[in-house]
């Protein structure tokens, strides 16, 4: 299913094709190469060739693997040992080991310098602050990344489509911190010449059947761990006191984390002696003797003297930090949610990467400065809050969070879809108390994208906190997200969250939102019981409330799920409905939208000319109310039933406008299915190089939402 935007929120689906239509002349020839859809009506000749997404120059290769630390050092049998899984025909290692040992910064390295992967680099931090991430959003943030603007929603869809994607590309991918084998079996690339790297602080010896080289990884070799802290602290300086260097880096048992924020500590300090970094490392390893092992123990010690380290605004920072309920950092965020102006939470950020506790991570097109607060660093930090901090101070800062990820996000909603924003308009927009991170619609969409990481963690934050209101509110500002972008996983479990949310709170208006909207949602992703389950929900929480307007809303949503689950004698009593629910408000889109089906059911029915003068009466009263994108869709119905009628050219005409309007909205759904009705106007007159031409391009559309559907115009091709 698709949408389209306007005063309500509905879902906008069409049934089976029964023919396609036509279009005029014109020529392609030559070594033609077209990106998007190029309404072609005339002859085709020559080496025509179609990419359905967007063009190679639009959408750049993916390069999403994280910076190789400047100090990685070492690891030499490691890499021997990658390298022969890799020339023995190996495409999946797993790197394990306990936090902090090094294992992002060793496959990062290897994936970056050992290796030519000309399609892409592909990474995802299967970690989470609450749970682990589940491969649905993974897989549509990578169909993202390869230009398919709307991937499906169900796990075997998306690991189809995955599939097929990757199959013929050469790309190296980076799955940090996995936690099962479950999590990884869906990512993995369907190519031989890909290579994916797991790490997890557990064997995941499951994932052998998967044909897995497993390589723990264990702390550095004395030799590599005084080469690490010579790198930091100085060559010479090492050389000059090998016996207290050699001293300071058993204290740090070997690993990787306590020698980097050991060495970054003795490099902004050059007056102190190996011998003293030696000794209060030691002591504090025997202050933390609570930990379960002795790495544990090292570990926490140098994350001790790096925080000890630290002013007390920097170290109030950290804390809070760790109390954040998202996978990344920026610092309008951080600004936000410990009070600081953004200058300083800038400078902050920074202090506490030269110290070696945050990560800055790849820059993002509308958060160009991102940190990451890594797993070891983040448990001790978590710690020193709940020693320092009483609870109305930790839940300030989970307030503040939650408040300022809606202030931002109710600016983009109406800076995107006003219209729509019917609750927000209701509730009042918040008063811009921090900066916009956005200046402009591409901006708000991109921030709003960007924080889709962050999204589950927030709420699921706020709803433990029983901030009910925050909850739905932040479900219903992410709208433009869900419209646009289709992120299925995420879409259904925040409206579940909301739906609840709003109920608890007992705001009826709420409620009938977050059931209409996750409606569509659930319809969206091909739930359609679910979803009729959610509309008549809704249309009996707004007759209770004697609001005509949303209860037609839920109405147009029943019938429109009833039919396209092919039950178009359950879909009409509910339509008939709507449309007088929203007659006797003067709602005149409303009545258009429902004739629009009422039409799709006749023209599947064979009542032909009822659908024409069904579109007809439609396309006019959209046009009247100035919706351009459904009057589109009127038209290109109308022109589709002309077609059928055996008007060719008056139909063929009107496609062709409508499929003009659709390149322009970025509608893949309704570019395909015009599409697919060309196709079959010049299937009726005989041109089969056309119609071939169209079902292609309608096929390329179709494959990334709808793969069934692709399957059936590949098939139309075909059969020419």
């Avoid at 995955?162 to 911190?177: E, G, M, T």
């Avoid at 999590?183 to 890909?194: E, H, I, K, M, Y």
């Avoid at 939470?345 to 990451?372: F, K, N, S």
């Avoid at 901030?467 to 219903?476: A, I, M, P, S």
Wanted: charged fraction near 20%; proline fraction near 5%; glycine fraction near 8%.
């Amino acid at each position: 299913m698709g949408y389209a935007e306007g005063s309500e929120r509905h879902s906008d689906f069409g049934g089976p094709l029964t023919l396609g239509a036509a279009m005029t002349a014109n020529e392609i020839g030559g070594s033609a190469h077209l990106s998007g859809v190029a309404v072609q009506a005339g002859s085709v000749s020559g080496g025509i060739h179609h990419y359905a997404s967007v063009s190679a120059s639009s959408v750049p290769e993916p390069r999403q693997l994280p910076r190789v630390p400047r100090h990685f050092t070492g690891r030499q049998e490691e890499v021997c040992a990658l390298d022969a899984a890799r020339e023995g025909g190996a495409t999946l290692v797993v790197l394990s080991g306990i936090a902090g040992v090094g294992k992002s910064a060793l496959a990062t390295r290897w994936l970056r310098d050992h290796g030519s992967y000309r399609d892409g680099q592909l990474y995802a931090d299967l970690r989470s602050t609450t749970e682990p991430r589940p491969p649905e959003m993974v897989l549509q943030q990578w169909l993202h990344a390869f230009g398919l603007d709307k991937p499906p929603a169900d796990l075997m869809e998306l690991t189809t489509l995955w599939r097929s994607v990757s199959a013929r590309r050469n790309v190296a991918v980076l799955l940090d911190n996995a936690v099962a084998p479950e999590q990884v079996r869906p990512l993995l690339p369907a190519g031989d010449s890909s290579m994916t790297v797991v790490t997890s602080r557990c064997l995941l010896w499951e994932l052998g059947v998967d044909g897995a080289e497993l390589h723990p990884l264990g702390p550095f070799t004395p030799s590599a761990a005084l080469k690490l802290l010579a790198k930091f602290a100085g060559e010479a300086r090492v050389a000059a006191d090998p016996e207290a260097a050699s001293r300071l880096t058993r204290a740090c048992a070997y690993l990787a984390l306590p020698l980097v924020l050991t060495g970054a500590r003795l490099a902004a300090r050059p007056q102190h002696s190996l011998s003293v970094a030696a000794d209060a490392l030691t002591r504090r390893t025997s202050e933390t003797s609570h930990h379960k092992d002795h790495a544990h123990m090292v570990m926490h010690a140098a994350l001790d003297e790096s925080y000890a380290n630290l002013d007390a605004t920097a170290q109030q920072v950290y804390r809070f930090l760790s109390l954040l309920p998202v996978d990344d950092l920026d610092p309008d965020m951080v600004a936000a949610a410990c009070r600081l102006e953004w200058g300083d939470a800038d400078w902050l950020l920074e202090v506490l990467a030269d110290e070696h506790l945050l990560a800055a991570i790849e820059p993002h097109e509308i958060r160009p400065v991102r940190y990451r607060m890594g797993e070891a660093v983040g448990e001790h930090a978590r710690r020193l809050a709940m020693q320092h901090d009483d609870k109305p101070t930790r839940d300030g800062v989970l307030r503040r969070l939650s408040k300022w990820v809606l202030e931002v996000a109710a600016h983009a909603q109406i800076r995107l879809t006003p219209a729509q924003a019917t609750l927000r308009k209701a509730e009042g927009l918040p008063s811009l108390t921090v900066r916009l991170p956005f200046e402009d619609e591409a901006g708000a969409i991109a921030w709003l994208a960007s924080q889709q990481g962050n999204l589950l963690g927030v709420l699921r934050a706020a709803e433990e906190m029983e901030w009910d209101e925050l909850v739905w509110q932040l479900v219903d500002a992410f709208w433009p997200l869900f419209l646009r972008q289709h992120p299925y996983e995420l879409w259904v479990a925040a409206h579940e969250m909301g739906l609840a949310a709003a109920r608890r709170a007992g705001h009826g208006p709420a409620i009938r939102q977050m059931l209409n909207s996750g409606a569509i949602g659930l319809s969206s992703a091909g739930r359609l019981d679910e979803a009729i389950g959610w509309y008549a929900e809704a249309v009996e929480a707004a007759q209770a409330a004697g609001d005509v307007r949303d209860e037609g809303q839920a109405l147009l949503g029943l019938g429109a799920c009833h039919f396209e689950s092919g039950h178009a004698k359950f879909a009409r009593p509910h339509l008939t409905l709507a449309a007088e629910r929203w007659l006797s408000c003067d709602y005149q889109r409303g009545v258009a939208l429902v004739s629009v089906l009422l039409g799709e059911i006749d023209l599947a029915e064979g009542h032909t000319q009822r659908a024409l003068e069904q579109f007809a009466g439609a396309h006019e009263l959209l046009v009247d109310v100035e919706d351009p994108y459904d009057a589109a869709r009127a038209l290109a119905l109308h022109g589709h039933a002309l077609v059928v009628l055996g008007d060719l050219e008056a139909g063929v005409a009107e496609l062709e406008k409508a499929l003009r309007t659709f390149v322009e909205a970025g509608s893949t759904r309704w570019r395909a299915r015009t599409l697919e009705m060309l196709g079959g106007a010049h299937r009726v007159r005989g041109d089969a190089t056309l119609a071939g031409n169209c079902y292609r391009q309608a096929a390329d559309l179709y494959f990334p939402i709808r793969p069934a559907d692709a399957e059936r115009v590949r098939a139309l091709a075909g059969a020419l």
